[in-house]
């Protein structure tokens, strides 16, 4: 409890975050997140100067040391969350793991009444401290994310796969031979051929069912804008790969990639839709996955997806990611409960 007494919140608009914060920041990735690069400043800054008008960096120091710092929003009257940006698929949290912040203090120091703050995508490999705060409050399992653990050899992680998978994708291997299909797989890693396949990316996500809705990432666009600035830079630390498959000379299938000795991650995939009969989004991440073994690239590759069955064979790890809320006081909650359970009411 003395812990919670001593802290002390420090609340900035993003127009006000300077490089000094970003620079604090990733001190505590490197300390307390392995260097992960879904946590890493410049993908938060790079975010931020993308997508922001209405975020704040809320800090907590303790004794003057910095220990969390996290980034949130204001959603409505009396409400605040965890920033939502659908780049990010790991909680904007990062700070000491053994560290309880008073999330009490911290709804205080945040500008004008907070009744309710919601958290999303707590992963339990970096945000654990925060998982077990919540759980007194309101806590509950979200999705399920999946790492493949590459420390083996791949023919071993290969033979562990599930009879059903290696039999698809022998299928579909058959298949384009079969048909004479000619097939090549291309790792991008310099800088300016990861900035011309994001170009390539996002024209061929714009042209499925994502650029219907409006969704897909296009190179006119902040999305599009977005990844064609965070992989270049990361380009520049040998950080990024931009995968793609061939399939007689079509783009058939791209992920989009970032990594450290530690982790490999998978931002975005796309596939052509009218190549599907061939399964391109399998094969090549059959092959992304056989690269980072054959390579000795990374030690893990984390998807941070909500993975279904089907993806789930593919994985070695399974992990639960959660989201909660906290509440000011425990009659909100009870209010908060009330309301919920009559809108279930009336559907």
């Given amino acids: 409890m003395s812990q919670n007494i001593r802290q002390q919140w420090e609340i900035k608009a993003a127009s006000e975050i300077s490089a000094a914060d970003f620079d604090q920041w990733q001190q505590l990735v490197d300390q307390h997140h392995a260097g992960n690069l879904m946590l890493g400043a410049l993908f938060v800054s790079q975010l931020l100067s993308t997508f922001s008008t209405q975020h704040y960096l809320a800090r907590c120091l303790v004794n003057s040391e910095v220990k969390v710092m996290l980034v949130v929003q204001k959603r409505r009257t009396g409400i605040w969350e965890l920033a939502q940006l659908s780049q990010a698929q790991s909680a904007l949290v990062v700070g000491a793991q053994n560290f309880q912040p008073d999330l009490a203090t911290m709804t205080k120091a945040l500008p004008g009444l ?15 401290s925060l998982i077990g705060s919540l759980r007194s409050h309101s806590l509950v399992e979200s999705m399920k994310n999946i790492r493949v653990n590459c420390q083996e050899i791949y023919s071993q992680y290969w033979q562990n796969r599930s009879k059903n998978l290696r039999k698809n994708i022998n299928r579909y291997e058959n298949r384009l031979v079969s048909e004479g299909k000619d097939t090549k797989f291309i790792f991008h890693t310099d800088k300016t051929a990861v900035y011309s396949a994001v170009d390539r990316y996002g024209m061929l996500e714009s042209s499925g069912w994502k650029g219907k809705n409006g969704t897909s990432l296009h190179p006119c666009n902040k999305q599009g804008m977005f990844y064609q600035h965070y992989l270049s830079n990361l380009a520049n630390i040998n950080q990024a790969m931009v995968i793609e498959f061939y399939i007689n000379e079509q783009l058939a ?33 059959a092959e992304v996955i056989k690269h980072v073994f054959d390579n000795k690239i990374s030690n893990v590759i984390d998807f941070y997806t909500n993975a279904t069955e089907e993806q789930i064979d593919w994985a070695t790890d399974v992990r639960l990611m959660y989201k909660g809320s906290f509440y000011r006081h425990p009659v909100i909650k009870l209010l908060d409960l009330l309301v919920y359970r009559l809108k279930r009411s009336l559907k």
């Fill in 114 to 128: 907070v009744l309710r703050f919601d958290f999303f995508c707590l992963d339990p490999l970096d945000h654990q």
């Fill in 253 to 285: 299938a791209s992920r989009l990639c970032c990594f450290t000795p530690e982790i490999f991650i998978i931002l975005k995939t796309t596939y052509a839709e009218d190549l599907k009969a061939y399964a391109p989004g399998r094969l090549l991440l």
